[in-house]
């Protein structure tokens, strides 16, 4: 298996051999299942789904519930798939865990960046500004200027930078380290930050 889902903890700093400290993320990876095993020959492409994190079964719809049970596992929030090759062997209620991670694999972990809502040209785009505080300009200072003519394309163009929803985007960190693994807690430990905020959900592969 060559993923695992997961969520973020927080983060800590660790020491290694040379007594140099690590900005680390703590991660709860796992225990997920196996909710399917997609195969070239039924579905066009070889995959394996997980399920993670455990909720109340009375929160789950009938059409999931149904998937649920075909699988033989409990009721899941979050399902992900995993493409594979040379065919896995894994089968629907397999359990896997943090134990396919050990120290000093490579890791890309992918998640949602926090979501800033609507913010202006100064913290999205990182523009300056258009005026100074004088004369009377203090409603200008953080004003995006010019978008471009009137008179020709009379239009907006796309891509255009201004003011507009911030983060909540999918975001992959890629090559993090590592550092640690506890099976009997589910904790993953990796070097440097993860997307989103705590409480927030990972996808964990390993890098190719």
């Given at each position: ?58 929160t789950?719809?009938k ?8 699988a033989?596992?409990?009721?899941l ?22 134990d ?10 992918t ?5 800033r809502g ?62 640690k693994v ?27």
């Open positions: 298996m060559s993923g695992i889902l997961g969520k973020k903890i927080g983060m800590t700093s660790l020491f290694d051999e040379s007594g140099e400290a690590i900005p680390c993320t703590v991660i709860e990876a796992g225990p997920c299942y196996v909710t399917q095993v997609k195969t070239a020959v039924k579905d066009g492409y070889e995959a394996i789904q997980l399920g993670f994190d455990e909720r109340p079964e009375r789950v719809n059409p999931l519930k149904g998937h649920l049970a075909k033989g596992a409990k009721a929030r979050l399902l992900r798939e995993f493409r594979t090759a040379n065919g896995a062997t894994a089968k629907p209620g397999d359990e896997i865990r943090v396919i991670f050990a120290q000093g694999d490579v890791v890309d972990v998640g949602r960046s926090k979501g609507f913010q202006g040209v100064v913290k999205r785009h990182h523009f300056r500004g258009v005026g100074l505080m004088t004369h009377g300009q203090s409603d200008r200072v953080r004003a995006p200027g010019s978008i471009g003519a009137s008179s020709y394309p009379s239009r907006v163009f796309k891509g255009m930078r201004m003011a507009g929803r911030m983060g909540n985007d999918q975001v992959t960190v890629k090559n993090l380290r590592v550092v506890i099976p009997e807690s589910n904790i993953l430990i990796v070097s440097g930050s993860v997307p989103g905020a705590i409480n927030g959900y990972l996808e964990i592969t390993k890098a190719r």
